[in-house]
């Protein structure tokens, strides 16, 4: 089997190639070889014309022009080539030129000069064949180089499609969770004030009745003196305490006071019903009137600020509650201090009502921050833009 040509032995052939491991089919290295050695034939027997017509102008040979058309052949064809013209320059010097005329036989100075000729075409082909393969090799390189670029832009491509669907994606995700703590919340805010106004139109009334009823009750046990009366009077009290409760959890539910005199008003209603109904002293500070237009912002502060107060009762088991409110240039600041035992603020040790909290505070585009000391109380604090 015949060795199969690589890109290495015929440059000219596969300079064009974007892949050096293709292989030309057999008739196509026949018309290469066919090429690259005619050339150096033609390039030779040119040579030998112009050194004859040289020779009658000036008597002497010029056997440089020989040497000019193993150069030619070399950096055409490659070192074969080279060699090939150089042979047949030695032959047709010979032939032609060197004594005696029309034969091969030289002298010893002929053989010298012959010789020297070689020596100088050998060379000659060999560097210009290793420039030429070096050259071939230099445009492999940068072809190489051109595809590894090409290759690099489609992954970064590639990759910056990739991270654009995935940054879509999550986005799309993102806004979709928003959306679902928003709804959640919603939905909690209207069962939230649903079962107050349950509370209120409902149980309330029922409670007021039955505490009118028991007070008639009694007027009647008293006037005759029956001494039952006295119980009767304990169950009334015991009805004006229940309806009391009954009234604070639906208020709490549902704050009525915010909607009618807003957050000021509902907060101080909030800060006094918890210094009566829980044993800590709560008081509302809010040095300048602060007026929130927009009644999500306003029932948002005030959950956050009702969570923040319940967390520090009965969690933190605080004695003293402030809840501050203060515009400061154009930022809104809500702030609830405790002196309670203080908690771990790390994600995995937060509960639900820390969470809800978070929840409220960004779906208002506010940001909420928990400063806490163990037994030196907590301090949280949600601050966002108004205008």
Not at 315 to 335: D, H, P, Q, V, W
Request: hydrophobic share 45%.
């Amino acid at each position: 089997m015949s060795a199969v040509p690589m890109a290495s032995d015929h440059p000219v052939l596969y300079s064009g190639l974007k892949d050096d491991r293709r292989v030309y089919p057999r008739q196509a290295i026949t018309i290469d070889l066919a090429r690259r050695y005619g050339f150096a034939i033609a390039a030779s027997f040119m040579a030998l014309v112009l050194t004859h017509v040289f020779q009658r102008l000036t008597r002497n040979p010029v056997f440089d022009l020989c040497q000019a058309a193993v150069v030619l052949s070399a950096w055409y064809g490659g070192f074969g080539p080279g060699i090939t013209a150089g042979a047949l320059g030695v032959l047709g010097l010979d032939y032609f030129f060197i004594p005696p005329l029309y034969s091969f036989g030289l002298g010893f100075d002929d053989v010298v000069r012959v010789v020297i000729f070689g020596a100088v075409a050998l060379l000659t082909s060999w560097l210009s064949a290793q420039l030429k393969k070096a050259k071939m090799g230099l445009e492999q390189s940068n072809l190489e180089l051109e595809q590894s670029n090409q290759q690099m832009e489609s992954r970064v491509r590639q990759r910056t499609e990739e991270l654009t669907r995935a940054k879509a994606n999550l986005k799309a995700e993102v806004e979709q969770r928003l959306q679902a703590e928003k709804t959640i919340l919603d939905i909690s805010s209207r069962e939230q004030r649903r079962l107050g106004e349950d509370l209120h139109d409902g149980l309330c009334q029922l409670l007021a009745g039955t505490r009118l009823a028991t007070l008639e009750v009694k007027k009647r046990l008293e006037s005759k003196s029956i001494s039952e009366a006295a119980d009767v009077a304990i169950i009334e009290s015991n009805l004006a305490d229940a309806l009391a409760q009954a009234d604070t959890i639906s208020r709490g539910l549902y704050p009525v006071e915010l909607e009618t005199n807003g957050l000021m008003a509902a907060l101080e209603e909030l800060s006094t019903k918890i210094s009566k109904i829980f044993p800590v002293t709560c008081q509302f500070i809010c040095w300048q009137p602060v007026l929130i237009l927009d009644g999500t912002v306003g029932m948002h502060l005030y959950r956050i600020a009702q969570e923040a107060s319940m967390n520090a009762i009965k969690g933190g088991k605080a004695k003293r509650i402030n809840i501050r409110l203060k515009r400061s240039g154009e930022r809104l600041f809500l702030s609830v201090a405790d002196n309670g035992v203080g908690f771990h603020t790390q994600p995995s040790r937060q509960g639900m009502g820390l969470k809800i909290m978070g929840y409220r505070a960004k779906m208002i585009g506010a940001v909420l921050q928990f400063k806490s000391h163990l037994h030196r109380g907590t301090v949280v604090t949600c601050s966002l833009a108004q205008k």
